[in-house]
C-alpha cells in the first residue's frame, strides 16, 4: 500500500480511546457516542496514532499474531472502514 491507497488512520476531533475501569474494558468515546470495540478492533485502535499507515497497523498486527497479512489487512480495513462510517476516525 502507497500513497492514497494506504491511508494514516485517526480518531476524529473529540473521540477518545482508553481502558475505563469502571467498566473494565476498552471504549471509544466520541461526542454523544459510546463504542465497545471487540478485542480485534481494540488491537487495531491501539495501533491508530494518527501517525502510522494502515500498512503498519497490518503488519505490526501480522508480526504481533503470526498471521498471513492478508487476513490481517482485510480485518484492518473493514473495522476503520465501519468506525470510519460511525464517524469515530478518519482515513
Known sequence: MTGAADPVPRFRAGVKFRLDPV??????LAPEK???PDETAVEILRLVD????VSAIVE?????FDAPRAVI???VMA???DLAAKGAVRL
Open 50 to 53: 494518527g501517525e502510522r499507515p
Open 23 to 28: 467498566r473494565g474494558a476498552w471504549v471509544l
Open 60 to 64: 505490526a498486527l501480522a508480526q504481533a
Open 34 to 36: 459510546l463504542f465497545l
Open 73 to 75: 489487512a482485510k480485518d
Open 79 to 81: 473495522t476503520l472502514t
